[in-house]
């Protein structure tokens, strides 16, 4: 129970700002514990975004409105940490072929034009396709929250075992591998589960919200994959960017399901 409660509110902290005890002791199995229930830990924020999405709707407000609104809460309650690391990570890619060159990039935290240009993007995205499912669908703003939670499962793609660290200090000296084979088959059977059972309220088939969710599994292993090719190994901006991704391309695929 102590690891599990440590795995909790480190998940907490890490993926949200909600205020929480710091955990009294961290290794990589807690680690990986605190990655693999990261859709869970962030409930209460999930349950912030789809009442501003409800809201929205209820005034009347223009669909990209309403999303913007939606995703921005999401991102004021996390502080835009993952936002940062998909800023970081792009300018990192597009800075230099040279490893040490883009590692150096990603830690400098600033926001260069390619980094600049995936915020402008994925951003739009995420809010469009969000404001479709909430404007489009009675139940779009519980979809909106369910799906921004299960979001956060991206981060196992990047933190699984075999994966390894692209440096020694910051976050890959804990995290990095820390999510075993089983934990993360795991993770995404739920979140195919819980895609199916968000589908199965609309009019679309199970099939379709399948779809989706391994849409998203792919996309994300194919940034992990082109980040650890470049970079040697995962970073921690790249494990934000992978929620964001991860995010987006949920939504577009459950707004498409829905149209």
């Known amino acids: 129970m102590s690891r599990l409660g440590d795995a909790v509110r480190l998940s907490v902290g ?8 710091p955990p009294r002791q961290v290794d990589r199995r807690t680690a990986g514990i605190a990655v693999a229930i990261a859709p869970l830990a962030v409930v209460p ?3 912030l975004v789809a009442f501003v999405a409800w809201g929205g709707r209820e005034l009347g407000l223009d669909q990209l409105v309403v999303g913007a609104l939606a995703i921005g809460a999401g991102a004021w309650a996390t502080r835009g ?3 940062d690391g998909l800023a970081d990570t792009t300018d990192a890619l ?5 490893r040490e060159r883009a590692l150096t990039v990603a830690r400098t935290g600033d926001v260069g034009p390619a980094g600049a240009a995936a915020l402008v ?3 739009l995205a995420q809010a469009a396709a969000a404001g479709t499912l909430i404007v489009c669908w009675e139940r779009g703003f519980v979809a909106v929250g369910v799906l921004w939670c299960l979001a956060r499962a991206g981060a196992t793609v990047g933190l699984r075992h075999g994966v390894p660290a692209a440096r020694q200090d910051g976050m890959g000296a804990t995290f990095a591998g820390s999510v075993r084979p089983l934990a993360l088959a795991t993770v995404w059977l739920l979140v195919a589960v819980a895609g199916a059972a968000v589908t199965g309220l609309t009019d679309a ?3 379709q919200g399948l779809v989706a969710v391994a849409a998203t599994l792919l996309v994300v292993l194919l ?5 650890a090719r470049r970079l040697g190994g995962i970073i921690g901006d790249a494990v934000g960017a992978s929620v964001e991704v991860s995010l987006a391309v949920l939504l577009i695929g459950f707004s498409a399901v829905i149209a």
């Open 205 to 207: 088939t199970v099939a």
């Open 45 to 47: 924020v999930g349950l």
């Open 223 to 227: 940034l992990v994959a082109h980040v």
């Open 94 to 98: 597009a800075s230099s072929y040279d």
């Open 14 to 21: 890490t993926f949200s700002a909600l205020p929480v005890p």
């Open 81 to 83: 940490f993952h936002l």
């Open 121 to 123: 993007l994925v951003l």
